[in-house]
């Protein structure tokens, strides 16, 4: 495990677009798995500039998400695929049919997740997953309890996770209560992962999932199996992290 200490969120999101783009220079299938959320947006700013620039190219570049609310209007502003093509295809110029988002086409919904993973394996596999990381600790819409074995479902909204993001929505009650989420063993396969978190709320899951037991309790601890995680953390996130004990399981970057 590889730990970067950032100053801010805008710091991270520099380092951890920069790191996006040099892994996708290992690869021939451009497979970037994305995840929704405040945190990962200065990543994506950064990735659009980058890709402004030219140094990051998005020609052949496939993203996969990690989740999407079900019941939502396909044209709702909270709809993860248009959330997506906000801050991702416009800005990076990726065609809407190479973002591929878990959700139900109108078969079954246990048919719609087989499709989204078999279409992760016929991309090649996700080279590089962003992550987020709930207060609650989960990842994706993974709650606490999900199976380390999980793969994509239908998945029931945590109420902790309802009130977080009705800060998206009017209120709680207008949070779906359910979703489609990339499974943990899913999430797992990925060949490197990149978990970010931003602020204090996320000081005490972080640490949980960094440097405590490994139990779906918390499903982000599952990460500690991954042989190729990197965390992006700024100040805040990191106050709850004993950086002299974690030196012993990561390397530690610190920027800040
Ligand atoms: P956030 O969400 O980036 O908006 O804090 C993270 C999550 O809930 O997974």
């Known amino acids: ?27 021939r299938d451009q497979v970037l798995g994305v995840a929704t959320g405040s945190t990962p ?6 990735l659009s500039r980058r890709a402004a620039r030219g140094t990051f190219r998005t020609d052949r570049l496939c993203v996969f998400a990690l989740d999407e609310y079900i019941g939502l209007p396909r044209d709702h502003p909270q709809c993860y695929r248009k959330v997506l093509e906000r801050s991702l295809s416009e800005p990076l110029g990726i065609e809407p049919s190479r973002i591929h988002v878990p959700t139900d086409d109108g078969g079954s919904r246990s048919a719609s997740a087989a499709k989204f993973e078999e279409a992760i394996v016929e991309a090649g596999g996700v ?18 309890g999900s199976d380390f074995h999980s793969t994509t ?9 309802r009130r977080a993001n009705s800060r998206f929505f009017g209120s709680i009650e207008d949070v779906p209560p359910r979703a489609m989420s ?3 063993a899913t999430i797992m396969r990925s060949r490197r992962l990149m978990l970010m978190a931003v602020g204090a709320e996320k000081a005490e899951p972080i640490a949980r999932a960094l440097a405590g037991a490994v139990s779906p309790a918390l499903p982000a601890s599952v990460l500690q199996r991954h042989a190729r995680l990197t965390v992006y953390l700024d100040r805040a996130a990191a106050t709850r992290l004993d ?14």
């Open 243 to 256: 950086l002299d004990a974690i030196r012993s399981i990561a390397t530690v970057h610190d920027w800040s």
């Open 182 to 184: 990339q499974g943990l």
């Open 1 to 27: 495990m590889i730990i970067h200490l950032l100053r801010d969120s805008a710091a991270l999101g520099e380092l951890a677009a920069r790191h996006v783009e040099v892994a996708m220079l290992e690869t």
């Open 127 to 144: 080279h590089v997953q962003i992550l987020g990381i709930g207060r609650n600790g989960h990842i994706g819409f993974n709650e606490p």
């Open 41 to 46: 947006e200065s990543t994506y700013a950064a």
């Open 153 to 161: 479902r239908v998945v029931k909204l945590a109420e902790s996770t």
